[in-house]
T-cell receptor, first 111, second 114 residues
């Protein structure tokens, strides 16, 4: 079974709105990473947050991590049409050496 | 800029054929990974390698093998392709300790097995 699972599976918003997606996982982690994938392309790394961190920012992206709830969220503020993509969370387990991906959230930003 | 390249964007093969997917990275990364991506399942790790001539099984290694003869090149081999191996294949690399750091992905190879 997948270590990380995203919610919602799909999201449709207007340009300028914020988009929030969540990721839940099952076991203790070393870190959690978010990636973006444009249609039919490879993945691009967005943010890595370690288990001892609670929040990280990168431009219009904000990631939070709640290890007590085993969950993370990715917020995209002031979305643009170019943000249309699938977003994946991925975790590295506390004693692990692999990155395990969730099923992704498809985000559509309408102009 | 890190660049990970894959030999083909699209590939069509017949059942039973031997298939080679090549991946090359230009950043002297120690670690390389092969994933397959299927709708609703996210990415699943097939094999990975932490050093030349070294390989470790991922979550779904059955039906696949790999080769890492040079640091920059990691090949995925389908010994006898089957229709259930139709998928998007993604190669990635990174440096440092295993999977802990961000991974850099290639553009993917969409393989269809008829």
């Amino acid at each position: 079974s997948q270590q990380g699972e995203e919610d919602p599976q799909a999201l449709s918003i207007q340009e300028g709105e914020n988009a929030t997606m969540n990721c839940s996982y099952k076991t203790s982690i070393n870190n959690l990473q978010w990636y973006r994938q444009n249609s039919g392309r490879g993945l691009v790394h967005l943010i890595l947050i370690r288990s001892n961190e609670r929040e990280k920012h990168s431009g219009r992206l904000r990631v939070t991590l709640d290890t007590s709830k085993k969950s993370s969220s990715l917020l995209i503020t002031a979305s643009r049409a170019a943000d249309t993509a699938s977003y994946f969370c991925a975790t590295v387990k506390a004693a692990g050496n692999k990155l395990t991906f969730g099923g992704g959230t498809r985000v559509l930003v309408k102009p | 800029d890190v660049k990970v390249t894959q030999s083909s964007r699209y590939l069509v093969k017949r059942t039973g054929e031997k298939v080679f997917l090549e991946c090359v990275q230009d950043m002297d990364h120690e670690n390389m990974f092969w994933y397959r991506q299927d709708p609703g399942l996210g990415l699943r790790l097939i094999y990975f390698s932490y050093d030349v001539k070294m390989k470790e099984k991922g979550d779904i290694p059955e039906g696949y093998s790999v080769s890492r003869e040079k640091k920059e090149r990691f090949s995925l081999i389908l010994e006898s392709a089957s229709t259930n191996q139709t998928s998007m294949y993604l190669c990635a690399s990174n440096d440092g300790r295993g999977a802990l750091n961000e991974q850099f992905f290639g553009p993917g190879t969409r393989l269809t097995v008829l």
